[in-house]
């Protein structure tokens, strides 16, 4: 199975001098929690709802006039529609993701890969994912998962 046939392909995208409240009102409407970030032609970051709150709300920025730049993660980890699906899932369990982007052959944005489309098309996968992020071994530390033991 390939990327293409599990990914959800509609995909909603905010500019980088947008404001949080924008970027949380967007997600809201859309009843989702990330949102590729564009600049120009090409994607720049990802914001999610967990940025907005841990790096913007919680140090104090005040969402109305900070901007999605000021909260965004600026990784990106991308796969393509005609990899196969298991690759995918690797690489969401190497960076303890729940979604990734999926571009096309022309490296243009064409959908999201999420735990929730993996787990209606691949289950096994999603839990592969799962499990791996909830390893009790690996610890968050400065942003970057690491084994400890």
């Known amino acids: 199975m390939l990327v293409q046939d599990a990914m959800t392909r509609r995909v909603e995208t905010i500019g980088p001098d947008e404001t949080l409240q924008t970027a949380a009102s967007r997600m809201k409407a859309l009843n989702i929690g990330a949102l590729p970030v564009r600049e120009d032609d090409r994607i720049i970051g990802m914001l999610t709802d967990r940025d907005i709150v841990i ?30 699906l298991h690759e995918a899932a690797i690489l969401m369990q190497e960076h303890c993701i729940r979604r990734i982007i999926v571009l096309d052959s022309n490296e243009k944005l064409v959908g999201f890969l999420s735990l929730d489309d993996l787990a209606m098309t691949a289950g096994g996968l ?6 791996k992020c909830h390893d009790p071994e690996r610890q968050l530390y400065r942003g970057h998962w690491q084994h400890i033991g």
């Open 126 to 131: 999603a839990v592969d994912v799962i499990e």
């Open 55 to 84: 790096r913007g709300v919680a140090n104090g920025m005040n969402p109305v006039q900070a901007t999605v730049r000021d909260s965004m993660t600026p990784q990106i980890v991308k796969c393509f529609e005609d990899q196969p």
